[in-house]
Structure formats: C-alpha cells, structure tokens
Nanobody, 126 residues
Framework: EVQLVESGGGLVQTGGSLRLSCAAS????????VGWVRQVPGKEREGVAC????????WYADSVKGRSTMSRDNAKNTVYLQLNSLKPEDTAIYYC???????????????????RGQGTQVTVSS
C-alpha cells in the first residue's frame, strides 16, 4: 500500500518557521520525484516545491523562493520542507506528492502527481 504521511504543520505567527516532513512507503521512493503541493479550500492547488529523483535538483514556486528549503533523505524515504518567514498567505493544507518528473514547470502550472498524502494544515496568523 502506497503511503505518504505528512507531519510538522501547525499554527504559527507571521515571520515564524515550520519544518514539514513526509515519510513514504509502499513504492520505490528513489524512482520518483517528490513535491509539496498546497491548497486552500475553493482555490486551485499550487506546487510549492519539488525535488528530482536523480540529482536532487530542487525547484521552488516564486511565492516561497528564498524562504523555503526542500531536501530528501532516500535512506529514510523521507522528504522535508523548511518554511521560513511565514506569511498569512502561506496558510493552506500542505500535501506531499510522488511524481514522475520534477521541473520548473511543475511549480509553475497546476501540479500533477501519481500519489499524494493526506496533508498537514499550516496556519499563519497575522
């Protein structure tokens, strides 16, 4: 059974930080790129960041570039997303997703993926 389990969300004040984690199982983790998708109810989902399966290249959406760092640990089948200088507009449910190809286009268009977790809520108060 494919599982992507996110953790690390919560309520923070503007300017605060969070570190999201995603533990994957049930598929060959190293053969997939991994991304973070966020969604606000009533709005289209947005690709926040993705990391490639091959050379570890990371692409960030303009909305989080310079404030976020994504990494992966293939030995632990885990990815991380460090979010800094959080803003109220970062409030959303953040999902971890397994995808075939990570590229700049994944974070610039409506992201597509093969598997997705249940999400973790990030709320940034003003």
């Amino acid at each position: 059974e494919v599982q992507l389990v996110e953790s690390g969300g919560g309520l923070v004040q503007t300017g605060g930080s969070l570190r999201l984690s995603c533990a994957a199982s049930g598929f060959t983790f190293g053969q997939y790129g991994v991304g973070w998708v966020r969604q606000v109810p009533g709005k289209e989902r947005e690709g926040v960041a993705c990391i490639s399966k091959s050379d570890g290249s990371v692409w960030y959406a303009d909305s989080v570039k310079g404030r976020s760092t994504m990494s992966r640990d293939n030995a632990k089948n885990t990815v991380y997303l460090q979010l800094n200088s959080l803003k109220p507009e970062d409030t959303a449910i953040y999902y971890c997703a397994a995808l075939v190809k990570c590229s700049i286009w994944w974070v610039r268009t409506i992201p597509r993926y093969d598997y997705r977790g249940q999400g973790t809520q990030v709320t940034v108060s003003s």
